[in-house]
């Protein structure tokens, strides 16, 4: 995570897209921190809605606060 964190601070003009929620959908916190400290980061929900299910609450605030920053993406399967 370091070494991506990094990444994001040495290309601040670059949009990265962090998947499945930057891997701490069970640290709402810690990904608000990674957002604020990093606004060129997004994030998708893609196969992490279940995390989210666990923390209703914390979830929402997060998903309202940082509304601009999370996609939700669907994978198709042929």
């Not at 290309?11 to 606004?39: Q, S, V």
């Amino acid at each position: 995570m370091t070494e991506r964190n990094h990444l994001f601070a040495m290309h601040p003009r670059t949009k990265f897209i962090a998947a499945h929620l930057g891997f701490h959908g069970n640290d709402l916190a810690r990904l608000g921190k990674l957002f604020d400290e990093h606004p060129n980061v997004y994030v998708d929900i893609a196969a992490v809605l279940a995390e989210l299910g666990r923390q209703p609450y914390s979830a929402h605030d997060f998903l309202t606060k940082y509304q601009d920053r999370v996609l939700m993406a669907r994978t198709f399967t042929m």
